[in-house]
């Protein structure tokens, strides 16, 4: 099946520092998603990308997706401890010619992010 | 507007015992989606209702998971018997349908399921 392999698995960072973390696949995604996961929370939408090439933005947040439809980034600037908590990639198929994207979401294995104050 | 909800949020239960999930979907949302994180690995789908039906059921592990969803509002997925592999966070999800393009889905809290 189709498998999303996410770098680093882990980061510990300084408040106000930069973190990069990304997604990639050996198949094609037609929207690439980012989640993060709260300590006892289910995973919340911060970013969707929906164009191969597209570049988005949310606050602090930044996301692209690739060119090859294969891979994504997050970029998160200037980090502040909450922060802290899990990142997931998530890649969802083509449903129909229209191309929405629709069904299952295929995640990759998470990012722990720790922020020193 | 009310989130999705699940419950329980914890269960521990021995091994061979019978445990069933909840799931609550947001109001109006036709698709709902179960899926499933075992430690430290990724989550991964189980299977989704398009209304009472089921769309897509190729995550299921086996035939000790059975889901429901009748009349199409809230879902349940019994587990029975359980085994030691099957402890891990069950997420539910919903979104509104295929006819909104770019659909989202939204996550509830998860059931942690813990078997001994």
């Known amino acids: 099946g189709q498998q999303l392999n996410q770098s680093p698995q882990s980061m510990f960072i300084q408040e106000g520092e930069d973190v990069s973390m990304n997604c990639t696949s050996s198949?094609?995604?037609?929207?690439w998603l980012w989640y993060k996961q709260d300590p006892g929370e289910g995973p919340v939408l911060l970013i969707a990308l929906y164009k191969a090439g597209e570049l988005t933005s949310n606050g602090r947040l930044t996301a692209q997706f690739g060119i090859t439809r294969k891979d994504s980034f997050l970029n998160i600037s200037a980090s502040i401890p909450s922060d802290v908590g899990i990142y997931f990639c998530?890649?969802?198929?083509?449903?129909?010619?229209?191309?929405?994207?629709?069904?299952?979401?295929?995640f990759g294995q998470g990012t722990i992010l720790t922020v020193h104050p | 507007e009310a989130g999705v909800t699940q419950f329980p949020s914890h269960s521990v239960i021995e091994k061979g015992q019978t445990v069933t999930l909840r799931c609550d979907p947001i109001s109006g949302h036709d698709n709902l989606y179960w899926y499933r994180r075992v430690m430290g690995k990724e989550i991964k789908f189980l299977l989704h209702f398009v209304k009472e039906s089921k769309q897509d059921e190729s995550g299921m592990p086996n035939n000790r998971f059975l889901a429901e969803r009748t009349g199409g509002t809230y879902s349940t997925l019994k587990v029975q018997p359980a085994e030691l592999e099957d402890s891990g966070v069950y997420f539910c999800a919903s979104s509104r349908g295929p006819t909104i393009v770019q659909e989202t889905q939204y996550f509830g809290p998860g059931t942690r399921l813990l078997v001994l």
């Open positions: 198949s094609i995604f037609n929207t």
């Open positions: 998530a890649g969802q198929p083509i449903f129909n010619a229209g191309g929405t994207s629709y069904g299952k979401l295929t």
